[in-house]
């Protein structure tokens, strides 16, 4: 194969990756900020103050688009280890899958995130307590995106 194509798809992968991982950051936190302007709505109806909390609730399924911008700048860091190893080239479909699979699971994380930060963002606007639990919650479904991100590297090793 064609070293500048094996180079192409290779950041290819690095592109769904952050392209996926964004998507589902965008499923996120979409889906926690309707939550939280129902939240909002909850605590003005009811004359208590809207928790500031509930914003980073909202924001916490950004984090995996981050996640994605690490993992295109690693894959590009493999892409271009092929202009002095063209061995390197050869690995461009485990490279493109990780991409995209990992794209994928990191992306899912942020939906699902989005969808418990929905929950956090209503319980806390209801109750005021539980804060440490949502928190410790949320950051239980960033651990999968933590553990795709530094740990599909691996393959490459």
């Known amino acids: 194969m064609d070293a500048s194509l094996a ?4 950041k290819l992968g690095g592109a769904a990756a952050f392209s996926l991982a964004a998507l589902g950051s965008a499923l996120g936190t979409g889906t926690a900020g309707m939550a939280g302007i129902g939240a909002w709505k909850k605590c003005y109806a009811q004359g208590k103050p809207a928790p500031f909390i509930l914003l980073v609730f909202i924001g916490a399924p950004l984090s995996q688009t981050i996640y994605g911008l690490l993992m295109l700048i690693n894959f590009n860091k493999i892409a271009a280890q092929i202009a002095t190893n063209p061995e ?3 690995i461009w479909p485990a490279v493109l899958g990780a991409g995209i699979f990992g794209g994928i699971a990191v992306g899912v994380s942020a939906w699902y995130q989005g ?8 319980s806390i606007a209801e109750t005021g307590q539980g804060l440490t639990n949502c928190i410790i919650s949320i950051g239980i479904v960033e651990t999968v ?3 795709v991100t530094f740990l599909i590297g691996m393959a490459f090793k």
């Open 7 to 10: 180079t192409a798809l290779i």
């Open 88 to 90: 390197v080239a050869a």
């Open 115 to 122: 969808g418990v930060s929905a929950s956090a963002n209503d």
């Open 145 to 147: 995106a933590l553990f």
